[in-house]
């Protein structure tokens, strides 16, 4: 946001003390959608952010270059589907950097993501209670993934073509990317650029707004004994709490900046995130057995209760097979 900010000129710098204005601003905007609860603001602002999405990614599909991006969807699914179980299982051990590249990516993420899954899998079991588990597959898994892919088609796809075919503006002389501005940067290729950009700074507000509802919601529901509606101090308190680390952390960082320029600012929030995974990760594990347990269980339990309908209807047709032949008339076969 900061970068944002900073790229559309709105501000010179982004000083520590906005950062983390920022941060307060946000949890602020989280705290009272939290204490709303689910059907109220957590439910207008995830709707508000899908359909902010969805305009976002239609407007840079059709102003940016269409049958690029299309073709590059088809192709990346593709890549995604073969290189899926060779990258899963590459510890890279014949490269000499094969540690940092693995650190910095698909270990970094792997942890990154299980560090969110506590909160955000409680979060979606809440949600999605009494739809059946095709149902949550579907919705959970398979819609998301495709537009995941459709999301990274579109805007990756973007600045991709310009720095294929086009003049560039996103890579940098030396082969780098800054990770901050680089969606700002794709995004004024196009025609609107400040409205594009605008627009993706309120989804990135709302993105952690959500994000920050759905972990004092479950962190409120487990601080309550596993109270599926949690109350409101509750949901409060963890709010602030969230917003008052994540505030600490970052300027943690930005200080150690200071005196290392090459230092990672949010390095202490990621960093934190990640040593967290490791201990979850057991956790997942054990999870993953009980939820196989628990649908075999389920299964075999809707079985015999298929049995016994079966065997009490065979019963009963037997039993009116048996009325009626003895009360049919003289010559009935």
Not at 38 to 45: E, S
Not at 113 to 119: E, G, I, K, L, Q
Not at 291 to 313: C, D, F, S
Request: charged share 15%.
């Amino acid at each position: 946001m900061g970068a944002g900010l900073t790229y559309l000129e709105v501000i010179d710098e982004p000083t520590t003390w906005l950062l983390i204005a920022l941060v307060i601003g946000i949890s602020a905007i989280a705290l009272i959608s939290v204490v709303t609860g689910v059907d109220k603001g957590i439910k207008w602002l995830s709707n508000i952010n899908m359909v902010a999405a969805v305009v976002l990614v239609c407007v840079v599909l059709v102003a940016g270059p269409t049958v690029f991006i299309l073709s590059d969807f088809v192709t990346q699914i593709g890549s995604y589907i073969q290189n899926f179980f060779e990258m899963s299982f590459n510890a890279r051990p014949f490269q000499a950097d094969g540690k940092e590249w693995l650190g910095g990516w698909t270990t970094f993420y792997w942890g990154w993501w299980m560090s969110w899954a506590p909160f955000v899998g409680v979060f979606i079991a809440r949600i999605s209670r009494g739809r059946t588990v095709r149902e949550f597959i579907v919705g959970v898994l398979l819609v998301p993934t495709t537009v995941t892919f459709l999301w990274f088609s579109v805007l990756g796809g973007t600045a991709l073509h310009a720095e294929i075919f086009g003049d560039g503006g996103v890579v940098a002389a030396d082969g780098s990317v800054d990770t901050d501005t680089a969606l700002f940067q794709a995004l004024d290729l196009l025609p609107a650029a400040a409205v594009l950009s605008g627009l993706a700074i309120f989804l990135v507000v709302i993105f952690f707004v959500t994000s920050s509802d759905s972990g004092s919601f479950v962190v409120g529901m487990l601080a309550s004994g596993g109270d599926p509606n949690p109350p409101a101090w509750s949901r409060a308190f963890w709010a602030f709490m969230q917003g008052a680390v994540a505030a600490v952390l970052l300027y943690v960082g930005l200080e150690a900046q200071k005196t290392d320029p090459d230092a990672n600012p949010l390095g202490a929030l990621q960093t934190m995130a990640i040593l967290l995974a490791l201990p979850f990760g057991f956790v997942m594990l054990g999870l993953a057995v009980a939820t196989g347990k628990a649908l075999l269980a389920e299964n075999r339990l809707r079985v015999r209760r298929e049995r016994r309908w079966l065997a009490e209807a065979v019963a009963a047709e037997v039993a009116d097979g048996k009325g009626e032949e003895r009360t049919a008339p003289a010559g009935r076969d």
